[in-house]
């Protein structure tokens, strides 16, 4: 992680310059600076990181194109705050903090020096980062965990051969502390690495990437760029959790302005005030002890009631919006397997129907619960008239509850009419594009990412034919799209800790750098308040990203 910590500062009082305060957009200013190095003089795309002492919320902004950074006084109290930077490569001169006063600006320039030794610079990296330097098209073994681990390990390809088989036995919630296994069955064994050529390939080439054939890495460092322009124009908002262990995959917003979260290794879903930052963590049983824990997909019906995909425990779960009761809706005994994973949920449309949407990573089979009596309909596997089938990952609804299915293992999506059952399937343009997840517009327009395309693709469900847009940045490899209500679409990238912003009529991209590692899942714009969130699954955080143009 490039966040550091640092707690002393030189500190001074000045009035804020008419420049800085239109750079904020947000009226007067509470902290403001230059950031600059020997190597570069002002330094454009650098992110500063403001945060009080005991408290749980963290600001950041970026520098400018003249080096020049400032908080708006509407966003830091008075305080003592420590300030930290991400400017891969580079690192403080010397330690920082500021105390914020009312109703003056106070000056804090910070001094950054060039990172010199190797391993320090490797240790600031993002995948994205190790991705964009690795020899040839690089792998995908950086969905779930950082690739620190990979690099900086000295396995050789024969002990590369023991470890993917056995790191194929554990559940995508698990951490190095928290490690779940998967109960011996049809999922673990769909896991494990079946083709023993293709295993060896991957053993080759990730001892040919790491350090078990010398000091240093065989290939150089390349780092991507900083951002600039317009990707500068930002205020990012990072809440922590009071678990540190938590997991936040999905990140929604409900009517009231609270974000919700789903926990990828824990029985909790979590709400927070961003007013406050409280958090309150609502527990949820095991039904099946020996099974991994945790929720993956989250999102909130029309009423405002969140739900949740209780994965590996076999259950869908519902908090009421009023009363915060707590309820679970286990899938039908008969359909329980030690592989059963209920990953994704959708009631967003369940007003249409009374029906709320799920389906079993396990054999791919589609069911939705009947509300009311709390019946479940399993539809199986989805299949055309003609037989053609389709294995499905994200399962949005759309506004008559029709359901599209994504094909995160191909190059289709499909769509089941509520009524009927029927499926029919449409490829996408862009070959082996893994379409992941997404969210029907108003219009009723279907928005998805295309994972293997490195792109996001709108589906027009009237002409019945799909566009794509690919993303700027190599391996950005985004993992769900929303568009908002001015018409831009939203993606998060797992591997670049960045966050894209798409014009669809102009084609203009603006990439959002992250204040810290965020390995980004869901995502979702709150546009009633111009906010787009996600959750940072291996740190513990929220994060709330406002651009300022």
Known sequence: MILHRFTLAFISALVCSASVQA??????????????????????????????????????????????????????????????????????????????TTGAATSADIVLEKVTDLHQLADQLSNGDWLNSMPGNGF???????????????????????????????????????PQP???????????????AQLRRTAEYLASINLSRGPDWSYPLKPLPRPQGRATRVIITTYDLPRPEAMPHDAIVTPDGHAWYSDFGHQFIGELDPATGKVTDYAFPTLKPNEPK??????????????GAGMYQ????RIDSTTRKTTVYPI??????????????????????????????????????????????????PKTADGRTIVGYGIPPDQHNNLYVLQFRGSEIGRIDAVTKELKIYKTPFAASRPRRGRVDAEGNLWFA????????MF????????????????????????????????????????????PASGEFVDYLMPQEVNIRRVFFDDARNAFWIGANHSAELLKVEPLD
């Open 182 to 196: 998967l109960v011996p069955g049809p999922r673990q064994a769909n896991e494990a690495p079946r083709n023993q």
């Open 294 to 307: 945790g929720f993956l997909e989250i999102e909130a019906d029309p009423q405002g009631n969140v739900w």
């Open 23 to 100: 750079q904020t957009m947000q009226g007067p200013v509470a902290l403001q600076g230059t950031v600059s190095s020997a190597q570069e003089g002002a330094m454009e795309g650098v992110l500063v990181s403001a945060k009080r002492a005991g408290a749980t919320i963290t600001t950041t902004v970026v520098t400018d194109a003249k080096g020049d950074y400032a908080f708006p006084a509407s966003r830091l109290e008075a305080g003592h705050y420590a300030i930290t930077m991400r400017a891969v490569g580079y690192k403080l001169k010397q330690s920082l903090a500021a105390d914020v």
């Open 140 to 178: 995908g073994c950086a969905d779930c965990h950082t690739l620190q681990r990979i690099v900086n390990s000295t396995h050789t390809a024969d002990e590369w051969m023991q470890v993917i088989p056995r790191m194929a036995t554990y559940s995508n919630g698990s951490t190095p502390e928290h």
């Open 314 to 317: 076999g259950l869908i779960a």
């Open 332 to 381: 039908p005994e008969e359909l329980q397997t030690n592989s059963t994973q209920e990953s994704m949920v959708s009631p967003q449309f369940s007003n249409v129907d009374g029906k709320v949407w799920t389906n079993d990573q396990d054999d791919h089979s589609i069911l939705r619960l009947d509300v009311k009596t709390g019946q479940f309909e399993n539809l199986g596997q």
């Open 460 to 503: 027009d469900p009237k002409t019945e034919t799909i566009k794509e847009w690919l993303l700027p940045i190599k391996h950005s490899n985004p993992y769900d799209a929303v568009r908002n209500v001015k018409g831009e679409v939203w993606t998060g990238s797992e591997y670049t800790d960045r966050v894209t912003r798409l014009d």
């Open 450 to 457: 295309e994972f293997g395309a490195n792109a996001v693709a």
